[in-house]
């Protein structure tokens, strides 16, 4: 009765050990990340809409926001954007209805894509300080 004692505590304790290490690793490794909502900017003719995604985790370098590029008259969205490691916010505005303009902080890990067929141009800013 007290070996059978002895290895139920033994086995009890290594499983304590197993989840404690668990949650341990997922807690100090993984990001701990939160999808922020997205937000919509219309263009003003409301054929396209610039989707803004992002992500905020506790380590900044695991941070991103990306512009998608939806249009009305087509069921795919082209990535136009991407910040990694997001330093700071991405401001997206219409300059017209063909003219999308992404602002975004200098010195941050970007993607830009070629301009969308068919859309509207798209013009990259990078600026010392965004509001």
């Known amino acids: 009765m007290l070996k059978l004692r002895k290895v139920a505590t033994a086995i009890g304790i290594a499983v304590a050990v197993v989840i404690?290490?668990?949650i341990l690793y997922v807690w100090l490794v993984l990001p701990t990340c939160t999808i922020l909502p997205s937000r919509e900017v219309r263009s003003p003719d409301d054929r396209f809409t610039a989707v803004i995604e992002s992500r905020k985790?506790?380590?900044?370098?695991?941070?991103?926001?990306?512009?998608?590029?939806?249009?009305?008259?087509?069921?795919?969205?082209?990535?136009?954007?991407?910040?990694?490691?997001a330093n700071g916010p991405i401001y997206v505005r219409w300059a017209d209805w063909s003219r999308l303009e992404v602002q975004f902080l200098s010195g941050a890990k970007t993607w830009q894509s070629t301009q969308p067929q068919g859309g509207p141009s798209v013009?990259?800013?990078?600026?010392?300080?965004?509001?």
């Open 20 to 22: 404690a290490s668990g």
């Open 57 to 85: 985790c506790r380590k900044p370098q695991d941070d991103w926001a990306m512009v998608l590029l939806r249009s009305r008259d087509r069921a795919e969205q082209p990535i136009v954007f991407r910040l990694l490691e």
């Open 123 to 131: 013009r990259f800013r990078a600026v010392e300080g965004l509001k």
